[in-house]
């Protein structure tokens, strides 16, 4: 059973489109999160649900908007994207908002021409 | 501001050698303390982790970490790596308010 699972697992787009990365958890967990890697692998936070209000945006443009229907998911749809849009996103859940384990999903990796 | 330093960006070791990373931390309250590993195409699993009691904690694949308070640091250790040990690690610090912070991490490439 995938504990953290996100869709899809390879994008490549052209600049301008819109596109949407979905991720699910299955473990019960009240936190969601997404991170971007970029080349380096340096890995930032981007945003952070706990039970599906957001708790955490780090200065992230606003072509970037997630959606939590429920606790148990967290989509991330980006508007007009960038070359500088293309990197790796985890989505990430945890227990609770206080500094618990993170448990990762797969990835999507985005390629923006 | 909070923030997660790890010495070395690359790494390279010969099998069986011995490994540390180093890794500190700038925040002045508790804090949770994490070792997560990114092997090649793959995503961030826990390697370890500290909350609380000993400061010495033992994680999968024969790796361990002390976290020494005083010196606000929580080195990563193996005393004799595998070329499959090559991999990414990430430490991370959970404040509770909200956030983990990531370091950069270090590259580390075992030869074989």
């Keep these: 059973d995938t504990a953290v699972s996100q869709t899809p697992k390879y994008l490549v787009t052209q600049m301008g489109n819109d596109k949407s990365i979905k991720c ?7 936190t969601m999160y997404w991170y971007k890697q970029d080349s380096k692998k340096f890995l930032k936070i981007m945003f952070s649900y706990n039970n599906k209000e957001l708790i955490i945006n780090e200065t992230v443009p606003n072509r970037f908007s997630p959606k939590s229907p429920d606790k148990a998911h967290l989509n991330l749809h980006i508007n007009s994207l960038e070359l500088g849009d293309s990197a790796v996103y985890f989505c990430a859940s945890s227990q609770s908002s206080l500094g618990e384990t993170q448990y990762f999903g797969p990835g999507t990796r985005l390629l923006v021409l | 501001a909070q923030s997660v330093s790890q010495h070395n960006h ?21 804090v949770n303390l994490f070792w997560y590993v990114q092997y090649p195409g793959q995503h961030l699993q826990l390697l370890l982790k500290y909350f609380s009691g000993d400061p010495l904690v ?38 509770g308010g909200f956030k983990t912070i990531f370091g950069a991490g270090t590259r580390l490439f075992v030869k074989a």
């Design chain 1, 24 to 30: 699910e958890q299955n473990l019960g967990h009240d």
């Design chain 2, 10 to 30: 690359h790494v390279i070791l010969s099998e069986a050698a011995s490994l540390e990373l180093g890794c500190n931390y700038s925040y002045g309250g508790t």
């Design chain 2, 58 to 95: 033992k994680g999968i694949k024969g790796f361990e970490a002390e976290f020494i308070k005083s010196k606000f640091s929580f080195n990563l250790r193996k005393p004799s790596v595998q070329w499959s040990d090559t991999a990414e690690y990430f430490c991370a610090v959970g404040t």
